[in-house]
C-alpha cells in the first residue's frame, strides 16, 4: 500500500516505517524534526520534512495514514500543557481535515496508557475508565474521542494502539531524546559513563519493593502490531487495543536486569516521587491477541534490555 507515517523520523515511527518497506509497502516519511533525527527514516522511505499541520501535498496517491507525529513527554506535558494540546489534538484535528479532503480513509493511532489515568485494576482493559492525569494523556484521549466521532459521521476507518512502556531497540533504532526522562535508556547511560548514577522516583508506593510496575513491550513486537492494526482498518469503525506483555516489572528489578546485561554496577539513588507516577501500570493485550492474532517475540524484560544496550553500546 501506498502509506503515509508521521513522526517517521521518531523512535517508534522509525521502527514502524522500516517494517512496512520491509514488508513492501511504498512509504512516505513526514516529520517536522522538532524530536526526530533524519537519520532514523529507514531506507527505501521517502522523506518529507515538515508539518502534520501542512500534510495535504504528502497525502497525495496515500491510502492510509500511521499517525505517530507528537510531543510525548508526561512532565513537559505538565508545564507546557498548551504546547500538547495545540501540537497533539489540533495538528492531529488538522491532518484528519486533510485526509478528508484528499479522500484518504484510512488511519492507525499511536495512543497510550496514559488515557486511563490512575487504574482502578490490573491489568487495564480497553472499557475501563479513560481519566487521564496529564494534559499530555488528556490530549491522545481527546484524539480518540475524535477518531470515534469521525468514523461515525464520515465513515473513516481507524485504530488506536494504547501503548504502555515502550523499549529496546530494533537494529540501530532506538531511543534518542534530547531530554531523556525514560527508565532504561537513562539506566543504560550509567553503564556507558554518560551518567554517574540513576535516580529512582520513590520506594514508597504499595508494591512489593516500593517502586513503581510498569509493563514493558519490546518495539519491534509493538511495531508488528501496526502491520496487523493496518490490515485490521474497517472503514466507519474505529477500534482501540492496548499494547503491552501483561508483566509488571518494577524500577528496582529493571535496574537489576541492567547490571546483568551490562556487567556494570550502576549506582542507583533514591529521590522523591515524580509527580503524576500511577504505582502499577500493567495492560491486558488479551484482545489483540483474539482479534488481530498479535503475540510478543519478545517479551522477556532481559531481551528488551538487551537490545537496548546492543544499539546503545555499539554506537
Ligand atoms: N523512573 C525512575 N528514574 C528515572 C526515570 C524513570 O525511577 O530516571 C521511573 C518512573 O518514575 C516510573 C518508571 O520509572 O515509575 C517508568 O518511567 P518512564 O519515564 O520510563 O515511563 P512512564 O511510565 O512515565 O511513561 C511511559 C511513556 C508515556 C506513556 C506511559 C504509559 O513515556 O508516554 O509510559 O505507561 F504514557
Redesign the pocket.
Known sequence: MRLLVTGGAGYIGSVVAAQLVEAGHEVTVLDDLSTGHADAVPEGARFVEGSITEAGDALAGVEAVLHFAAR?L?GESVEKPGLYWSHNLGGTLALLEAMHERGVRRIVFSS???TYGEPERSPIVESDPTRPTNP??ASKLAVDTALTAYAGLRGLGAVSLR???VAGAYGRLRERHTVE???IP?VLKVATGERES????GTDYPTADGT?V?DYIHVSDLARAHLLALDAVTEGQHKIYNLGNGTGFS?QEVISVCREVTGHDIPAVVGPR?AG?PAV?VASSEKIQRELGWKAERASIRDIVADAWDALSGE
Request: proline share 0%.
Open positions: 510525548s508526561v497510550t496508557a496514559a499530555y494523556g501503548y504502555f512502556n526522562t525514560h527508565l537513562n540513576v535516580s529512582v522516583f513503581c510498569r524500577v515524580r507516577d501500570l
